[in-house]
């Protein structure tokens, strides 16, 4: 089971990952509050109808430390001129806010995601090729839903340096994990996030608490839990499943390897026989034929797709633990008071 | 011309986006400028979205970076196309004559745009954010003037957004003004003490007016009335059964969720024999 530590209330927190301590560059990141309401923002204007909405983290890297510092958008890819455009896009960008003296460093990029689901080959292959061009990029996930439900819900990964390795040789089979030794669970590690304010903005906000008579929703005490429940144990489901076509894959793949090994195994020793009979008549022996001509051993299935699953299928399952534990602890408060009455 | 109702709704990222630009401005700039995005309604304007455009002060000229202005535009506009140019910014506690000119560019752009100021420098004592709308003054055909009329600020919030200044709030608190994002039941413990905290004040107050210290008000005491009857009368029995039913449904996908990952783990460990 995961060991989580309860954070301290003024300290940087430090939420162990199932993997360990974290052995990267990067240990802590920081980023500002500014960057923190840009990505709520652009989740709610954008990000209604399609899947996911990215966009570029900006800022630099200070001791082992990533702070973060500024960020901005992406378009979405509903145009034909998808590719040209992002590039083109992206360039104009960091030139323009270079010149009113905003750290045009790119130091990774974040990602909105659906009741948790974002391990995907395509949040694999960008990682990869962010963390292959800058060492200590991060990709942010950002939960809108969990958000909504009360808490802000931020956390970085950065890919491990095992599955770094993996995918720089592309090597997906079997054999090539094994030797890694990479499991679902370090494939990412979570790099914990603190969050920083200048002065001014704590003056801002003194200032916004001031002026802005919103009253204190409290969605976090809300009691109703069977609609998040649902959609989390549906997509689970369809996970699973998902898992278990590929464990199918993987099963005839092994029987037929072990077929073929019987098979291969019958013909030598029936070829020995023959050889011997042979050369009891005096006759010469059989050529050696090559064997792996006549039997061509199967393809192994990439296991690349199942080790995502799983950690996905793992992802699901936190979620939905530390949420069901959330409201067992509402629950019982909520006893608490009807016994009072 | 039209007028625009006098409520201007401001989204906190566009202020913490000037706070920001102010802090990065160039060595001998007083003061920052840039455009305001955003929508505009039939009586209200919101402010969504900001950026600064570089800009050259000195004491008889401006020039501001119009090609900038406008590139940024642009590229803003591929994200949220539904964002317009609704005026202009300006940090500082003062409207300066170069303001007019700025503004009668921003006019060109969008129709009666409105300036906003922040007073970054806290010269006042405190963040004054107030907003104007140019109108003409003077005598027509004679001398022609601009007036800046000002407008109510309001500040609006989405959801999410709220629940992020909330946190940023707490990071205020802090001694060294940073802050890890908890988890788990720490938050809703944290959550409880608020509410916790939010009826120790009531309480004190109805000691308070029973003790005969306060006046009593009668607003506060139907608001109090309606807090009590808030809390539904079910039966012991009833709650006991929909707590128990709830309970183990938690329960049991706990169970499934810890079954899956166990499942999973020895998968992951067979394959990798």
Redesign the interface.
Known sequence: ?SS?K??????????ASTGGTLDSPVKQI?I???V???I???????GQGSEVVQGVLLGLVVDDRLEI??CF???QHTEDDADF?EVQ?QM??MR?LR????DHLHVGWYQSTYYGSFVSRALLDSQFSYQHAIEESVVLIYD?IK??Q???S?KAYRLTPKLMEICKEKDFT?EG??KA?V???NMFEEV??????????????????D??T?A??????NLS??NH?EKS?QL?MDR?DD?NQE?VK?NTYSRNLSKQQQQKHQYLQRRQQENAQRQSRGEPPLPEEDITKLFKPPQPPP?MD?LLI?GQ??N??QN???F????????F???A??GH? | MSVFGPVVKIHPVVVASISDSYERRNEGASRVIGTLLGTIDKHSIEVTNCFSVPHNESEDEVAVDMEFAKNMYELHKRVSPTEVIIGWYATGFDITEHSVLIHEYYSREASNPIHLTVDTALQSGKMNIRAYVSAQMGVPGKTVGVMFTPLTVKYIYYDTERIGVDLLQRTRLASTRTKGLTSDLSQVGSAAARVQDMLTTVLAYIEDVLSGKVTADNSVGRFLMDLVNKVPTISAEDFENMLNSNINDLLMVTYLSNLTQAQIALNEKLVLL
């Open positions: 089971m989580r309860d954070s301290g209330s003024v300290s940087t927190a430090e939420m920081q500002e509050g500014l923190v309401l840009k709520i923002k652009h989740y709610q204007e954008e510092t500024n958008p992406f378009p455009d896009y104009e960008m323009s010149h009113v003296n905003i809108p958000t909504g009360g808490s802000l931020l079997p994990l094994k030794s499991g679902f669970e914990p996030i603190v969050i920083k304010n200048s002065h001014l903005i704590n003056v801002l906000l003194w200032e916004l608490e002026k802005s919103v204190d929703k409290h969605e976090l005490l839990s069977s429940l144990l689970l699973v898992l464990i993987y296991r199942t799983a299928i793992n699901y399952c939905v633990k530390e069901t534990s959330q409201n067992l602890g509402k629950l408060m909520a006893e008071l009807q009455n």
